[in-house]
């Protein structure tokens, strides 16, 4: 077919072939997104690197595109066998990027994104050529642009809001593909007839493979998260308890095998806590009683961050706490508390209101009457994407600013000591408990009796208190009443050693890595290079 045969209709048909590959192809990116997203728990460098690996393969399907466009041979059946062809891979290839994560390799998954965007990169040259014309070339290509760019709007935003909220990542892998092989067998089916041959020997085979495919979904599919997941041992033989996908994320849990231990959640791959209440619980939860050594009388709490929903049933044993208000950006983790009395029975609790919305924006539309005596967040790990929102000094004033007099913004730096620099950055008090850093500007002068006696507040379902039911938890009482909170503020002030975090700096998720990007280490050549000794 060479370019002065093609028709007007052939080119209305090649700009309805380009929305659908805008479709397929940002609706694949955006899965590869939350896969390597997942596999690294979010780490600040994921996008870049999926993005720069799908940009390389569009760039070398372009090349694959020129050849084939050269070869002027049948267009349409060109582009039906490459959508195909596409399709597959990348379903195939999820399950086995699971499988090369489980080895704790990261390069070659960049290889599979790039493989799976040269392929539907290969296509929109194709379809270009459909669409030229010896008198209109500009005007037709312009336009197939921009259907192409219109249909990848669609897909990213129906993948992202839609599929990824209602559907698993395998089952809207799945929808994809689907739309792959109808958008294939389209094209064949008007090609047979134009040219009229038959449709069902080339129909037929392909709906033989799309069928076995999802027919084999589940042994395919068997072990995705848990060989994908960031933390974890392997081999794992043990299965998620429990699986929550949505827009907003992945939750996973784990459950308990050992006596005491208690099943574990997480969030985006890593650690998020533990289904656990009790002062000696393995979650370390004891930082939350801690509350009693840090505050006289926290009437009124803000939790940032439900997760597990451990922390706010262990402030709400404490008598002081009459209102408790928990922002969650994942409505998932309702979901999941549902197995466990004790937190689920915060969702019915007069004195708790769960709100699903962003921690820092809901805080940043408040008026500036409503405040609190305590603010708590057991908050993720300083080095993931996005961390910065909630370390930074412009969060830190914006929490002061909600604060009431003598309040106490008390949160886990997760061993990060400049998120303990920056808090006395903004605070005049600042002490520790454990890996937690609670920051105020009135000093902490509780004495260790009335700590005590603040410990004794917490109180069981009985109304009996929590420390005294037993020998152990008397003794973590002791522990607790002893424990020193000395005064770090000025000490920190005074120190040039650790880094400010600021929205602009995000050195909690680039910390030590000034430059970065330039440095011979990280560069795309040095990856590459890496990539050829294997």
């Known amino acids: 077919m060479t370019k002065s045969k093609i028709t007007i209709e052939g080119r209305s048909f090649a700009l309805v072939l380009a929305f659908f590959v805008g479709v397929i192809s940002l609706s694949q990116e955006i899965i590869w997104v939350r896969v390597l997203s997942f596999s690294s728990a979010g780490a600040p460098t994921t996008f870049a690197h999926t993005l720069g690996s799908y940009l390389i393969g569009i760039a070398i399907g372009a090349m694959i595109g020129r050849y084939i466009c050269n070869l002027q041979r049948d267009f349409f059946s060109w582009s039906a066998w490459m959508l195909v062809l596409c399709s597959l891979f990348f379903y195939y290839s999820l399950p086995l990027a699971a499988k090369i994560n489980s080895k704790d390799f990261y390069t070659p998954i960049l290889v599979l994104v790039c493989v799976t965007a040269a392929i539907s990169g290969g296509i929109f040259p194709i379809v270009c050529q459909l669409a030229g014309s010896a008198r209109s070339a500009g005007k037709s290509v312009s336009f197939v642009y921009l259907i192409n760019i219109i249909g990848?709007?669609?897909?990213?935003?129906?993948?992202g809001f839609y599929l990824l909220n209602e559907f698993s990542l395998s089952r809207a892998a799945i929808l994809i593909v689907i739309s792959g092989a109808f958008g294939a067998t389209i094209i064949l089916i008007i090609q047979g007839i134009k040219n009229k041959t038959s449709v069902?020997?080339?129909?037929?085979?392909?709906?033989?493979?799309?069928?076995?495919?999802?027919?084999?979904?589940?042994?395919?599919?068997?072990?995705?998260?848990?060989?994908?997941?960031?933390?974890?041992?392997?081999?794992?033989?043990?299965?998620?308890?429990?699986?929550?996908?949505?827009?907003?994320?992945?939750?996973?849990?784990?459950e308990a095998t050992k006596s005491g231990d208690a099943d574990i959640v997480y969030g985006g791959g890593i650690y998020d806590g533990r289904y656990a209440v009790d002062p000696r619980s393995p979650n370390g939860i004891h930082r939350c009683y801690m509350i009693a050594g840090l505050h006289r009388k926290p009437s009124k709490v803000l939790e940032i961050g439900f997760s597990s929903g451990s922390w706010a049933a262990a402030l709400m044993r404490h008598e002081a706490v009459n209102e408790l208000k928990v922002i969650e950006i994942n409505s998932g983790y309702l979901e999941v508390i549902k197995n466990y009395e004790e937190h689920n029975?915060?969702?019915?609790?007069?004195?708790?209101?769960?709100?699903?919305?962003d921690g820092r924006r809901w805080l940043g539309v408040q008026p500036n009457d409503v405040s609190f005596d305590f603010m708590l967040m057991n908050t993720t790990f300083h080095w993931r994407s996005h961390a910065t929102n909630l370390l930074s000094v412009e969060f830190l004033e914006l929490c002061k600013k909600h604060l009431k007099p003598g309040g106490v913004v008390f949160y886990n730096t997760t061993g990060s000591e400049d998120v303990v620099r920056t808090a006395a950055a903004v605070f005049k008090h600042v002490t520790m408990v454990g890996n937690f850093v609670a920051a105020s500007d009135s000093p902490f002068d509780i004495s260790n009796e009335e700590r005590r006696q603040n410990l004794l507040r917490f109180k069981d379902p009985d109304g009996s208190p929590t420390f005294l039911r037993n020998e152990v938890f008397k003794e973590e009482l002791e522990r607790l009443t002893k424990m020193p909170?000395?005064?770090?503020?000025?000490?920190?002030?005074?120190?040039?050693?650790f880094t400010i975090i600021t929205d602009d700096n995000m050195a909690c998720e680039y910390s030590k890595r000034k430059g970065y990007w330039f440095e011979p280490n990280n560069s795309w050549i040095r990856m590459f290079s890496k990539l050829s000794k294997k």
């Open 345 to 357: 029975q915060l969702l019915s609790n007069p004195k708790v209101d769960i709100e699903i919305n």
């Open 152 to 159: 990848a709007t669609f897909g990213s935003l129906f993948t």
């Open 200 to 254: 069902l020997k080339k129909v037929i085979p392909m709906a033989i493979i799309f069928s076995l495919t999802f027919m084999l979904e589940d042994k395919i599919f068997d072990g995705f998260l848990e060989n994908l997941q960031y933390e974890k041992e392997y081999p794992r033989t043990q299965p998620f308890k429990t699986v929550v996908e949505n827009r907003s994320g992945i939750i996973t849990i784990d």
């Open 485 to 497: 909170l000395p005064d770090m503020g000025d000490k920190l002030r005074n120190s040039d050693q």
